[in-house]
């Protein structure tokens, strides 16, 4: 079931969702290594391709002790399993024309919306529509008049 909403929910980025532990842990150890070594310094968290997560990538999380991950819905911590922040991310899809403009009426009501943390996803795709980078500007404007930017290393602290 979680590859059948994988595959027809993305475009095949959902893999996390079927993974065992195992296979989630050495993806996760692997990436970590990757990343760690380009930017010379530990990191702080994780997000599965398309915010999609199986029990097994859940698992792996909690025990690579990774500080931070979120999904569509939520920043969390896989240590405690606390919530650090609740409110859905704003994103894009631009595959179909259907999703282009159900992505638009997603983001125009989603930046309006009264919660204290505004998750904005830019994916490279997004920038080659005029009509998503203006839908993203627009995002990113209501942001700026209605909070205060920050970082995830913030919600780490609170």
């Given at each position: 079931?979680?590859r059948?909403?994988?595959?027809?929910?993305?475009?095949?980025?959902?893999?996390?969702?079927?993974?065992?532990?195992?296979?989630a842990?050495?993806?996760?150890?692997e990436?970590?290594?990757?990343?760690?070594?380009?930017?010379?310094?530990?990191?702080?968290?994780?997000?599965?391709?398309?915010?999609?997560?199986?029990?097994?990538?859940?698992?792996?999380?909690?025990?690579?002790?990774?500080?931070?991950?979120?999904?569509?819905?939520?920043?969390?911590?896989?240590?405690?399993?606390?919530?650090?922040?609740?409110g859905?991310?704003i994103?894009?899809?631009?595959?179909?024309r259907?999703?282009?403009?159900?992505?638009?009426?997603?983001?125009?009501?989603?930046?309006?919306?009264?919660?204290?943390?505004l998750?904005?996803?830019?994916?490279?795709?997004?920038?080659?529509?005029?009509a998503?980078l203006?839908?993203?500007?627009?995002?990113?404007?209501?942001?700026?008049?209605?909070?205060?930017?920050?970082?995830?290393?913030?919600?780490?602290?609170?």
């Open positions: 079931m979680d059948l909403r994988a595959s027809h929910m993305t475009a095949g980025e959902g893999e996390f969702l079927g993974l065992t532990q195992e296979e842990g050495q993806r996760i150890s990436g970590r290594a990757l990343l760690e070594d380009v930017i010379g310094r530990s990191i702080d968290g994780f997000v599965a391709p398309a915010w999609l997560y199986g029990d097994g990538a859940l698992e792996a999380l909690r025990q690579a002790e990774i500080a931070l991950a979120e999904d569509h819905w939520r920043v969390w911590s896989p240590r405690s399993g606390e919530t650090l922040a609740r859905p991310v994103t894009w899809a631009s595959r179909t259907a999703r282009l403009l159900s992505s638009l009426a997603a983001a125009a009501a989603l930046r309006h919306l009264t919660i204290p943390v998750r904005i996803g830019v994916h490279p795709p997004d920038v080659r529509s005029p998503l203006r839908s993203i500007e627009a995002s990113l404007q209501v942001g700026l008049k209605t909070r205060r930017p920050g970082r995830y290393s913030e919600l780490l602290a609170s």
